[in-house]
């Protein structure tokens, strides 16, 4: 499996580069998001999928899987979703509105500012 990560004091940006996220990909990038979830500093994920022009259900389990594992850390977003086969299995798996979709990696990243200040905010009026 082909990637890349580039990790920042408050995100990482996980760059699939590969055509396909299907079953002989998928497993090994569970295990790399399970060891990337143990890892304090990253605490939000952004998953570029620019160069994924196909993903199957493998490949759907896998991006549920780094869902669940940051939903307790912090922010995971999807970007990079460019290719027509893909934004339809978005859509018609209905993951379109479980997950946070974003459309550039620059967005993304200020998405995950902006909910951090807006968690940041609600603890303190929780206190």
Do not use: C
């Not at 998928?26 to 160069?51: G, H």
């Not at 999807?78 to 018609?92: A, N, W, Y």
Request: aromatic share 8%; proline share 2%.
């Amino acid at each position: 499996m082909n990637y890349s990560i580039d990790k920042q004091d408050r995100y990482a940006v996980f760059r699939l580069e590969e055509n396909n996220l299907n079953s002989l990909i998928a497993p090994e990038l569970k295990s790399k998001f399970v060891l990337l979830s143990t890892e304090e500093e990253i605490s939000n994920l952004i998953f570029d999928l620019s160069d994924v022009e196909f993903v199957d259900s493998s490949g759907l389990s896998a991006i549920l899987t780094a869902n669940r594992l940051w939903k307790r850390l912090g922010s995971f977003v999807i970007t990079g979703i460019e290719h027509p086969s893909v934004k339809k299995l978005m859509e018609i798996s209905r993951l379109d509105s479980v997950l946070t979709i974003i459309p550039t990696v620059s967005e993304s990243i200020d998405f995950i500012f902006m909910d951090q200040i807006e968690k940041e905010l609600n603890d303190e009026d929780g206190e």
